[in-house]
């Protein structure tokens, strides 16, 4: 039976979006497996929500590639291979290296400086063992980094690789305080943008990417190799 009862969903406005974002945050934490199959019944059941706005939610996560529907019996969480891993990592390195150089180039020490705000608030949830308040931070300080580049197909195409390239087991890995040195890497990325070094700002943004592609095989695996919390649900 999951143990989703501490993201039980208050009746508001958006459910659909909310309990996305609740399935998203489980996740994350490892709490819904990759392979496994969840009905929706029994996630509604946990979220504290009826199973229409679960259902609505897990198409919406279909659509990232997150979880595949499994006919009469409810959705399998998507696993991601070595390779996934590395072609994630092969076109966001393709894409955001070369746009940290030119932002780096261009933006105005005035825009730079819009990001540490968000480069420090990855740390502090880093250290505080926060990893929702972490990838919220984490998520904008990049894309409103390649916004300064003022190419919105760019941040689009990133954005769809970020949800696709999600961080299975990201808790364990946090406990362990094992994000606090890619949170650091934020801030050091802002002070070589704001000090015009182009060079060393790309080869930080690359080592950044190279950091954060262990992070993912590392959550899978402590995934992978953790005895499952969550049993398999389905109904016909």
Same mark, same amino acid.
């Given at each position: 039976m999951p143990?989703?009862?501490? @993201?039980?969903?208050?009746? !508001?406005?958006?459910?659909?979006? !909310?309990?996305?974002?609740?399935l998203r945050a489980a996740l994350i934490a490892g709490e819904l497996r990759p392979g496994v199959i969840y009905s929706a019944p029994t996630?509604?059941? %946990?979220?504290?929500?009826?199973?229409?706005?679960?259902? %609505?939610?897990m198409l919406d996560l279909a659509r990232e590639g997150l979880v595949e529907a499994v006919r009469n019996k409810g959705f399998r969480v998507t696993e991601m291979t070595e390779q996934d891993l590395d072609e994630f990592t092969d076109i966001r390195t393709l894409i955001e290296v070369p746009t940290v150089g030119r932002v780096a180039e261009t933006a105005t020490i005035e825009q730079?400086?819009?990001?540490?705000?968000? +480069?420090? !608030?990855?740390?502090?949830? +880093? @250290? %505080?063992?926060?990893v929702i308040r972490y990838l919220e931070a984490d998520h904008r300080f990049h894309l409103e980094l390649l916004a300064l580049a003022g190419n919105r197909h760019l941040v689009e195409v990133v954005a769809e690789l970020r949800k696709?390239?999600?961080?299975?087991?990201?808790?364990?890995?946090n406990e362990a305080d094992r994000l606090i040195a890619s949170a650091q890497e934020h801030v050091e990325l802002v002070d070589l943008m704001v000090a015009g070094q182009v060079k060393e700002a790309e080869d930080c943004m690359r080592r950044h990417l190279a950091h954060v592609r262990t992070l993912w095989a590392d959550g899978r695996a402590e995934v992978e190799g953790r005895e499952p919390a969550? @049993?398999?649900?389905?109904?016909s």
């Open positions: 143990h989703l009862e501490s @993201r039980a969903i208050p009746l !508001q406005t958006h459910l659909r979006d !909310q309990v996305a974002n609740a996630l509604a059941t %946990e979220l504290g929500v009826s199973a229409t706005p679960v259902r %609505e939610a730079l400086e819009t990001l540490r705000p968000l +480069a420090e !608030q990855i740390v502090v949830a +880093a @250290r %505080e063992h926060d696709r390239s999600r961080l299975f087991g990201l808790a364990s890995l969550l @049993r398999s649900r389905s109904r």
